[in-house]
């Protein structure tokens, strides 16, 4: 094998693959969209044979011999090529280091405890969902020691869903948010609670759409390759490559700010994928790099730019003119107070801003201590009550709404949820260099969002995945250490401008 | 080889081409439905793939060897595995026997052909098209030459599209066309011409496609497994297998009986397909034969079913309930006659029932004459205005409304329409026999279609492609001969019903 050929054939696989990805990313998409009701089973034997081609191909011999010839000549490849070899052979370690039998069981195993967990949600009967979640632990602790048995598994399972994520940060970082967000909340709480009944009434789902699609407009969106849909709940796709982008939504008559919301948080993830650089597109380089810059991201337009008072501000005329009758005596003030009410509740996707990272910081406190063996899957109801009572200062009525919340765990995402809460911080702290530079709120009051998605472009979007997630925080922040001192302090300001 | 295990490879082999078929059905569907506008080089890019994929698939050596071990062993083979044999050995025939360098040339040209199609459509410019057409036809000759040199290039080609059609049969049913329904078009014209200004106005979409949804459940068709989108030009496709099937319709404000025809003429191409036997799923067997018997359900439950009287009382009060003041002082007989218009246009896809088979006679004609080498691609406009003229009695007014009118031979389906009028005529026939097993008038006006479908399923739907047209042609009559007496029955009555 010579160098040359070795690199083509790496960059011929990733475009190989890309094009299955693409057709599985629009299944599934098809899926949630358009597809009739009971096509399931007939997109399911799609899917089996695509994935199985999938995992032929970067799994395949050919593959791993080009993957292992180009690593044992890292001087000759550039950053991108070392990128792209570095982050396929994590992939593959992890393949190659699990038994078949046992990756096939587990994957059964998640379908299985989905399907438990949807009825023990249903029931408010945690016991239901326990054996398949005590399954899961059991045997993600043996994957972590199969594939990096030097590594404490925790950390293991952090890495693999955010790169770079240690326990080492996340007790820094969660130890912080406890001390320091549980205060705030708690004197938010001792407050004149904010009105937010102007959000409810009954907003016409057509009429959300326009909004919806004027929001897209607004943040700056390219309609040319960014779609809505709706589904049940929102999320953001690319299909093959950053230059076809999907988000979705759902529009709750009762409700307009929930969707509202949903396109402004899922147009942040799309504003990411779309802005990588076009070079990077069909290779593993393309798109978001990991779960807490995507969230810096789409939590930045939501939160940030989204629920700003300059922002409330520009979109108010649109909003009475779509919705002039069910606004008809509200002003921008009481809208921009309303959708910044903080309110402790149970439900983690329904949280304000300040209140969020702590129903992060909860899930966080339990997985850890799953992985360190303080406590057992059956503690976790009780856990969770009391955690949510010392955090939020609530108290949890059933499991449906609380341990049984997210579908995560049962989809074996466990490791997972700390980026959340991380990413909403970084956010905080890219505003502020961003400040250094523009003047955010003006082109916010002005409608420009073309200097602030440009220096998003420039710091974070155009390099895809092609730098770590460390690296691109790195380059975002202009080397300064990452410090939640920035996230707290807008979160305190936040509060005061809303409860005077 | 041994033949159990031959068996089992063939089987494999098209259940894994129906999940890249399922892909690449489904992006096409996306591209012409939800995605983004500028996203179709990114599509492309998947297309491209998997379109090699499948090609690999289907004519790699293994698959040959298999389906040339399978031949010769016919005598060990089922009724619908000899079948599979038959339809894999035609196109494997048609794939090996043309150079591959030809075949994408080919390829090539048809797409710069619809390019020059679009361009000269637009410009009623014929001459920017004309060279395409020309080397299209001398491809299309060669070919057949190369794949089949026995037989006349014109039979060949008739038989790709419709397995079994030959100039022998088309001589027979266009000459009766021309001798017994130019006659009857011509009667229609000496008559008071029908009002149909009930059905123009102003249609909401909204409206429109709750009428639409009603229609196709008054049809039978699942909801579970038929889905409705939009496109610019209506059409049915089946995603993987029969169990999922997509319809698509164009709401035109200003029109309401554009989108209601669409949605029941795709309807029946839907009920067709999805009416395979669950056992052929994920086979060549599975989903509609050919051409001409799709036509034959879709414009039987278009026509026969869709513009009969009962069918009209039957739909009338959901009309009027969902257009209250657009159909204010409209009456179902109304309704009936303006759905029935007959008069004489210069596009088919818009005409009505009486002159539809006229339109694709001059198609025919103008298709023999350029095979036999009668007349040359630079005369199909001045004969396409004295056919159209001679026929129809029309004189068309520009290559736009003319020649141009059609994509069908940009793409190089030469041969390709005759079906469409043959499908026609075989659904008055399949009436008739339906009709000495069932009241069908009665079934309709109770807008009880149980026993309809079952009677085309049971007759039609049920083989999918398991047997060849002929075949089913055969079932379904009863073994008796086609004739186009029913046709032009039906037809006439239509006419004396309609034009006291």
Same mark, same amino acid.
């Given at each position: 094998?010579?160098?040359?050929?070795?690199?083509?054939?790496?960059?011929?696989?990733?475009?190989?693959?890309?094009?299955?990805?693409?057709?599985?990313?629009?299944?599934?998409?098809?899926?949630?969209?358009?597809?009739?009701?009971?096509?399931?089973?007939?997109?399911?034997?799609?899917?089996?044979?695509?994935?199985?081609?999938?995992?032929?191909?970067?799994?395949?011999?050919?593959?791993?011999?080009?993957?292992?010839?180009?690593?044992?000549?890292?001087?000759?490849?550039?950053?991108?090529?070392?990128?792209?070899? $570095?982050?396929?052979?994590?992939?593959?370690?992890?393949?190659?280091?699990?038994?078949?039998?046992?990756?096939?069981?587990?994957?059964?195993?998640?379908?299985?405890?989905?399907?438990?967990?949807?009825?023990?949600?249903?029931?408010? $009967?945690?016991?239901?969902?326990?054996?398949?979640?005590?399954?899961?632990?059991?045997?993600?602790?043996?994957?972590?020691?199969?594939?990096?048995?030097?590594?404490?598994?925790?950390?293991?399972?952090?890495?693999?869903?955010?790169?770079?994520?240690?326990?080492?940060?996340?007790?820094?970082?969660?130890?912080?948010?406890?001390?320091?967000?549980?205060?705030?909340?708690?004197?938010?709480?001792?407050?004149?609670?904010?009105?937010?009944?102007?959000?409810?009434?009954?907003?016409?789902?057509?009429?959300?759409?326009?909004?919806?699609?004027?929001?897209?407009?607004?943040?700056? !969106?390219?309609?040319?390759?960014?779609?809505?849909?709706?589904?049940?709940?929102?999320?953001?796709?690319?299909?093959?490559?950053?230059?076809?982008?999907?988000?979705?939504?759902?529009?709750?008559?009762?409700?307009?700010?929930?969707?509202?919301?949903?396109?402004?948080?899922?147009?942040?993830?799309?504003?990411?994928?779309?802005?990588? $650089?076009?070079?990077?597109?069909?290779?593993?380089?393309?798109?978001?790099?990991?779960?807490?810059?995507?969230?810096?991201?789409?939590?930045?337009?939501?939160?940030?730019?989204?629920?700003?008072?300059?922002?409330?501000?520009?979109?108010?005329?649109?909003?009475?003119?779509?919705?002039?009758?069910?606004?008809?005596?509200?002003?921008?003030?009481?809208?921009?107070?309303?959708?910044?009410?903080?309110?402790?509740?149970?439900?983690?996707?329904?949280?304000?801003?300040?209140?969020?990272?702590?129903?992060?910081?909860?899930?966080?406190?339990?997985?850890?201590?799953?992985?360190?063996?303080?406590?057992?899957?059956?503690? !976790?109801?009780?856990?969770?009550?009391?955690?949510?009572?010392?955090?939020?200062?609530?108290?949890?009525?059933? $499991?449906?709404?609380?341990? !049984?919340?997210?579908?995560? @765990?049962?989809?074996?995402?466990?490791?997972?949820?700390?980026?959340?809460?991380?990413?909403?911080?970084?956010?905080?702290?890219?505003?502020?260099?961003?400040?250094?530079?523009?003047?955010?709120?003006?082109?916010?009051?002005?409608?420009?969002?073309? !200097?602030?998605?440009?220096?998003?472009?420039?710091?974070? @979007?155009?390099?895809?995945?092609?730098?770590?997630?460390?690296?691109?925080?790195?380059?975002?922040?202009?080397?300064?250490?990452?410090?939640?001192?920035?996230?707290?302090?807008?979160?305190?300001?936040?509060?005061?401008?809303?409860?005077?």
């Amino acid at each position: 094998m010579d160098i040359k050929t070795a690199k083509e054939t790496l960059l011929k696989m990733q475009d190989k693959a890309s094009a299955y990805e693409h057709a599985l990313g629009l299944l599934s998409f098809d899926g949630q969209t358009t597809a009739p009701s009971k096509t399931a089973s007939n997109r399911a034997h799609a899917i089996e044979i695509l994935s199985e081609e999938i995992y032929k191909l970067t799994t395949g011999e050919e593959t791993v011999q080009v993957i292992e010839f180009l690593n044992e000549h890292r001087e000759e490849l550039s950053e991108n090529e070392l990128r792209m070899v $570095d982050i396929l052979r994590k992939s593959l370690k992890y393949m190659q280091s699990i038994p078949m039998e046992e990756y096939l069981a587990y994957e059964r195993l998640t379908v299985e405890a989905g399907e438990a967990w949807r009825e023990a949600k249903a029931n408010n $009967d945690f016991n239901h969902f326990a054996p398949f979640l005590e399954k899961i632990y059991e045997t993600v602790k043996k994957f972590a020691a199969y594939v990096s048995p030097e590594m404490d598994p925790y950390d293991f399972w952090l890495n693999e869903f955010e790169e770079g994520l240690t326990q080492e940060f996340c007790e820094e970082f969660f130890g912080q948010v406890k001390s320091r967000i549980v205060p705030l909340v708690k004197s938010v709480t001792e407050k004149k609670q904010v009105d937010d009944s102007c959000l409810k009434g009954t907003f016409d789902e057509i009429k959300q759409e326009k909004f919806a699609r004027y929001l897209m407009d607004v943040i700056g !969106l390219d309609p040319e390759h960014v779609g809505l849909a709706t589904t049940e709940h929102p999320f953001t796709t690319s299909l093959g490559s950053h230059l076809d982008e999907r988000i979705t939504t759902h529009y709750y008559p009762e409700n307009v700010s929930y969707s509202m919301y949903s396109v402004v948080h899922e147009g942040g993830h799309a504003l990411y994928d779309t802005g990588s $650089d076009d070079s990077l597109a069909y290779s593993v380089l393309d798109g978001g790099v990991s779960m807490s810059i995507h969230e810096s991201q789409s939590r930045f337009y939501e939160n940030i730019i989204g629920r700003s008072k300059p922002f409330i501000e520009l979109i108010f005329p649109k909003m009475k003119e779509i919705f002039p009758e069910e606004l008809k005596d509200v002003t921008a003030d009481e809208i921009y107070k309303a959708v910044n009410k903080v309110e402790p509740s149970f439900i983690r996707t329904e949280a304000d801003e300040v209140t969020y990272s702590l129903h992060v910081l909860v899930r966080y406190e339990l997985e850890k201590k799953l992985f360190r063996n303080e406590i057992e899957v059956r503690d !976790l109801p009780e856990e969770w009550r009391k955690l949510y009572k010392e955090y939020l200062g609530v108290d949890v009525p059933d $499991d449906t709404r609380g341990v !049984l919340q997210d579908v995560h @765990w049962s989809d074996g995402l466990i490791g997972y949820f700390p980026s959340y809460a991380i990413g909403s911080a970084y956010g905080a702290q890219f505003l502020k260099k961003m400040k250094e530079d523009i003047d955010v709120d003006a082109c916010v009051a002005k409608g420009d969002f073309a !200097l602030i998605n440009k220096w998003n472009r420039e710091h974070i @979007w155009k390099y895809g995945s092609s730098k770590t997630p460390k690296e691109i925080l790195n380059i975002a922040l202009g080397g300064e250490p990452f410090s939640l001192d920035y996230y707290v302090e807008y979160l305190q300001k936040k509060i005061e401008s809303v409860y005077e």
